[in-house]
């Protein structure tokens, strides 16, 4: 059975930092694509970065700030936030899936999914 289990979501102030944890039981992270999307209130999930073959990928509203990196020892994905906006605020999920290049970014690509962990930004 395949679980993956968001962390490290809560409350913070515009230009404070948070690091989110995914850990994943039931497949391998470094066999599988890894995402993180994010969904506001009223909009659709929508990508924000991915960790595939030893390559990452961004939206471009979060490259710079924004890091995701692997554990293959605890088989766990992160997601590093940094000088966080008001408009980063979101339920952020953890998704792993057999995407390929092109579907990185493809919320349909993606199989398996975490529960969300809430990220909220004041400004």
């Known amino acids: 059975q395949v679980q993956l289990v968001e962390s490290g979501g809560g409350l913070v102030q515009a230009g404070s930092s948070l690091r989110l944890s995914c850990t994943v039981s039931?497949?391998?992270?470094?066999?599988?694509?890894m995402a993180w999307f994010r969904q506001a209130p009223g909009e659709d999930r929508k990508f924000v970065a991915a960790y595939k073959g030893g390559s990452t990928y961004y939206v471009d509203s979060v490259r710079g700030r924004f890091t995701i990196s692997r554990d293959l020892a605890k088989n766990t994905v992160y997601l590093q936030m940094n000088a966080l906006k008001s408009e980063d605020t979101a339920v952020y999920y953890c998704a792993a899936g057999r995407v390929i290049t092109s579907t990185v970014r493809t919320k349909s690509a993606y199989g398996y999914w975490g529960q969300g962990t809430q990220v909220t930004v004041s400004s």
């Open positions: 039931g497949l391998t992270v470094n066999q599988y694509g």
